[in-house]
């Protein structure tokens, strides 16, 4: 048994109740905000002695001067000559700590005087419920990390079935910015999850939206780690290595053919694979991008139809001049052409009931999309996308989204939870859970502001996500002003370092002073967790993430710049055939437009030929042999006279 | 009222008038407090005649240890007036270690409680204990041997100053242990002469902060009473009946000045030596070094060294 730590004290100005006690300790003993306390009780309660496990939430310290004006007067007003004093105060160290847990759990009492002990790791375990998920045959611990007092050194483990789902599901992360808080606390999160998520429980993959800066896109290389953090990762049993398997995802930039992204190093291009949708799949969620104002009941009655009578099939009406098969923007935009066109013709104010002034309004909004979203939305191009039913284990999908306009990242996120959504309910993903991560939720599911589908989407996830093994990990700067349904609905909290004005917010008035201090003083690696198993909040420190740092790792790998078309093709096919070289991709493309080339090259990738570069030789459509047209020769004209003042 | 008490008064005692008074305990009775001012001549062994002395040299700190006792006396119950007082009596030593205060090498402090009650006048001669608590008979004088009157203030001043005696009792025993262990300085509260072993002892310093009784008169009050910070009077000797001889001087340990004549007035007792100013000089450094912390909420803050209230806190926190 370890050394007595302090001794449980009540007043009657401060009793202790069945939550909450008060005990002193030595000047020099290692307590602090956050340490574990057990309390040995002393009269048996039903026969048994009482052991009240506890947290410390404040601190006092005092000494017996009654005023602080006895101590000037002691030292006749000179504090230097206050070390010379033949004594020191008598003085106190006095703890306020919340009951974690108490056993026996009834009868629930107030707690008893006793000795207090610092808690050992077994302990620990007992407080905070962990021997209830720990215990062999049925672990599902992650780790999250390490709480530390005195000499005790516990692994903190959070639930998987409270983490991931189906009992509780979810995690927020809060704090400020630059402090390597959220990133890096997502990143370890991830890396433990996917060590030590229970194989009994299925598989599980991550899908992370990169929305600022470089932050996520090297997660697949070596970080800086040093002994501190290796040891934690010892500890805790999480291999501190990159992630085994992760793909990129990233849209085009507007000119179609360089990606959109950080992570455009030639290096690193072999796990990039370019993110472009066409028609219909942009279709499905064109309320994403339409505004309250575009979607009246009238347009989205239009935008149903051409879904559901128009888009990949061949539509005729005797209206129109000829059969359409729209399958492209391209083609769309013929359709809406020769709509117009007959009802012009035919001098018409409307078309299957459907008013011209709808008609116009939805094409100029469905036409705009392809502009707005360029890159992302192909105007006639192939489709690339996640691999929806081929899902690895433990697999991370990186879809980068940070450098795209704000419509196209609201359409990428919908588009993608919505897929992910539908194959989990139709169990045909490739995992059992997904973790979607998702930061800077003050932009994407703000507390006020508009009802935007972003945030509908994430409210949905929050709410019935954890049945279907959808798991939200989000992040914010402010978790205050994120709505309260979706934070609310995280079964997992983790704090970072944070703002003061932001602990003054209401919702942190269930912490203490001293917790709310502690908070906005947390040291890098240092977290404070709430979770369903814990009564109170723990403070735990937390490993570098074992992967690059974003910033080093962009300037390890300098984005690639602008390419030409024949570069740009040459690097997105040597990933798939190495033995093809610039110079055949330049012959293959010879005078071939653009947009053809682009085709080609996107049907190529996605079949996945073995001879890639003839298959996309064989994707470009056929040339005619130019011939070069001989001016025909014509008779001069007649020369000016030799006088002509007006002559050349 | 510790319940305890009142079952063991009422086993002995049925018919007893619990008190129920809110009223204090009495912790100040003892016999100092009880004299009635005078003034006392002393002999002179440091010149011919009383007079002031300036402390030179920096004050010092060299007590290693402190000893005091408190003591809590109260009625706890009355048959036809008779009080049968319920006295609790605590001492301590508590030494400085890294400038902060401990209990004297892990020795545990001396407390008892006991109960005080005229065994003839309640009929019950001979008794010793009473549930678990000793008895002290407190039916005669202790000085005259004499049958005590009836009268119930009699009898509750007999029982405690009974009180006081077991208190001084209980620092005599802790003094003189201090004595028979080390030669390391030890500041006792009050006077030393008490003990035989202690008065000799050249490590105890008794601390008088009381002065019902004033070792000079005449000219040599003035003197003392015109004290000024820092200064001593010369040493004279004390020597009385059932009491050890000693030396003993009165210093000043802070700036009277606004206050009435005893502020900051202490007296302080000594084995005697053969040097006697220059042992005044460096006691008095000791003493004077005591001077911080205040010992303030106390209202004897201005003569009580901090080590002293320390004790008091001590005993306060587990009597």
Request: proline share 5%; charged share 25%.
């Amino acid at each position: 048994m370890s050394e007595i730590l302090g001794r449980v004290v009540a007043t009657e100005r401060k009793p202790n109740t069945p939550h909450e006690f008060h005990f002193w300790t030595a000047l020099d003993s290692p307590v602090g905000i956050g340490t574990i306390v057990r309390v040995d009780g002393r009269r048996p309660v039903e026969g048994q002695i009482p052991h009240i496990y506890g947290i410390v939430t404040e601190g006092f310290s005092y000494t017996d001067l009654l005023t602080p004006m006895h101590d000037v007067l002691g030292h006749d007003g000179a504090p230097g000559s206050a070390g010379f004093a033949s004594a020191e105060r008598s003085e106190i160290r006095l703890y306020s700590a919340a009951v974690l847990r108490q056993i026996p759990e009834e009868p629930l009492q107030p707690v008893p005087m006793g000795d207090v002990f610092l808690a050992q790791e077994e302990d620990v375990n007992i407080a905070l419920r962990m021997d209830g998920y720990l215990r062999d045959g049925g672990h599902t611990g992650i780790p999250i990390g390490v709480y530390r007092a005195g000499g005790t050194d516990a692994t903190i483990f959070l639930d998987a079935d409270f983490l991931v789902g189906p009992e509780a599901a979810h995690l927020n992360i809060t704090g400020v910015s630059g402090l390597a808080t959220k990133t890096s606390a997502v990143e370890w999160i991830l890396a433990s999850l996917f060590t030590h998520f229970p194989e009994s429980r299925g598989s599980i993959a991550a899908v992370c939206f990169n929305v600022k800066g470089p932050d996520l896109c090297f997660l697949d290389l070596p970080g800086k780690l040093d002994d501190g953090d290796r040891a934690l990762y010892d500890k805790m049993g999480v291999p501190a290595r990159p992630f085994q398997n992760v793909q990129y995802y990233a849209p085009y930039s507007a000119r179609g053919f360089s990606l959109n992204t950080l992570r455009s190093n030639e290096t690193l291009a072999h796990n990039v694979t370019p993110l472009t949708w066409g028609l219909r799949e942009v279709l499905q969620y064109a309320e994403v991008l339409l505004n309250r104002d575009d979607i009246d009941a009238k347009a989205d009655a239009l935008i149903d139809f051409i879904t559901r009578s128009v888009i990949d099939q061949t539509f005729t009406d005797p209206m129109l001049a000829r059969p359409h098969v729209v399958q492209s923007f391209a083609d769309l935009e013929d359709w809406f052409r020769d709509v117009l066109r007959g009802l012009e013709n035919g001098n018409k104010e409307s078309w299957r009931t459907h008013h011209v002034a709808t008609i116009r309004k939805v094409r100029n909004r469905l036409s705009n999309i392809s502009v707005r979203c360029a890159g992302l939305v192909t105007d006639s191009g192939p489709v690339s996308d996640l691999p929806f039913g081929e899902f690895e284990d433990r697999a991370t999908y990186v879809v980068d989204v940070a450098n795209l306009e704000e419509d196209a990242q609201d359409l990428i996120f919908a588009r993608i939870v919505s897929k992910l959504r539908e194959h989990l309910e139709r169990r045909d993903l490739g995992v059992k859970h997904v973790v979607v991560f998702v930061d800077e939720l003050n932009k994407y599911a703000p507390g006020d502001g508009p009802d935007t589908y972003v945030r509908k989407m994430l409210l949905d996830i929050a709410e019935r996500g954890r049945y279907l093994g959808l798991v939200l990990f989000s992040a914010q700067q402010f978790r205050s002003q994120v709505h309260r349904r979706v934070v609310g609905n995280s079964g997992t909290s983790v704090f970072g370092r944070m703002d003061a004005d932001e602990l003054s917010a209401p919702g942190y008035a269930v912490l203490s002073p001293a917790t709310r201090t502690k908070l906005a003083t947390l040291e890098k690696g240092q977290l404070m967790i709430r979770h369903p198993h814990f009564t109170q909040p723990i403070f735990v420190r937390f490993p570098r993430p074992a992967v690059m740092a974003g910033r080093l790792g962009a300037e390890q790998y300098p984005q690639g710049g602008e390419v030409s078309l024949e570069a740009a093709v040459y690097r997105a096919l040597r990933a798939r055939d190495s033995s093809i070289t610039l110079q055949a991709v330049e012959d293959a493309i010879g005078l071939h437009d653009e947009g053809d080339v682009l085709r080609a090259l996107a049907v190529t990738l996605k079949e996945r030929p073995a001879d890639v570069l003839g298959t996309f030789r064989a994707r470009l459509p056929k040339r005619i042999t130019q011939s070069v047209q001989q001016r025909p020769q014509v008779a001069a004209l007649r020369g000016a006279p030799n006088d002509d003042p007006y002559g050349a | 009222m510790s319940i305890d008490v009142l079952r063991a008064i009422q086993s002995l005692l049925p018919d007893v008038e619990i008190v129920q008074s809110d009223a204090p305990a009495d912790e100040s009775y003892s016999g100092a407090y009880n004299e009635a001012p005078r003034i006392a001549a002393a002999q002179c062994i440091e010149g011919q005649r009383l007079r002031a002395h300036r402390i030179t040299g920096e004050p010092e700190v060299r007590f290693a240890g402190f000893l005091d006792g408190i003591q809590r006396a109260r009625i706890a119950c009355h048959r036809n007036g008779i009080p049968i007082v319920d006295g609790t009596v605590a001492a301590v030593v508590r030494v400085r270690v890294n400038r902060r205060f401990v209990t004297w090498g892990h020795r545990t402090p001396i407390v008892s409680r006991r109960l005080y009650m005229p065994l003839t006048l309640l009929k019950c001669e001979g008794q010793t204990e009473t549930g678990g608590f000793e008895i002290v008979d407190t039916s005669h004088d202790a000085a005259t041997g004499e049958l005590v009157s009836r009268h119930p203030a009699a009898l509750r001043a007999v029982a405690f100053e009974r009180v006081g005696r077991d208190r001084d009792e209980a620092e005599r025993k802790l003094a003189e242990l201090w004595c028979a262990d080390g030669s390391e300085p030890l500041f006792i509260d009050g006077g030393i002469s008490g003990s035989g072993r202690v008065a000799a002892a050249s490590c105890a310093v008794g601390v008088v902060k009381s002065h019902q009784t004033l070792f000079a008169d005449g000219d040599a009050l003035d003197v003392v009473m015109s004290l000024k910070r820092g200064e001593r009077s010369s040493v004279f000797a004390l020597s009385a009946r059932q009491r050890s001889p000693v030396i003993s001087w009165y210093l000043r340990l802070r700036d009277p000045r606004g206050h009435d004549a005893m502020f900051g007035l202490v007296r302080i007792e000594v084995s005697p030596t053969e040097d006697v100013a220059e042992r005044a000089n460096e006691v008095s450094r000791w003493v004077l070094g005591e001077v911080t912390p205040l010992s303030l909420p106390d209202g004897r803050w201005d003569r009580m060294a901090y080590g002293i209230r320390d004790c008091e806190q001590f005993l306060r926190a587990i009597a």
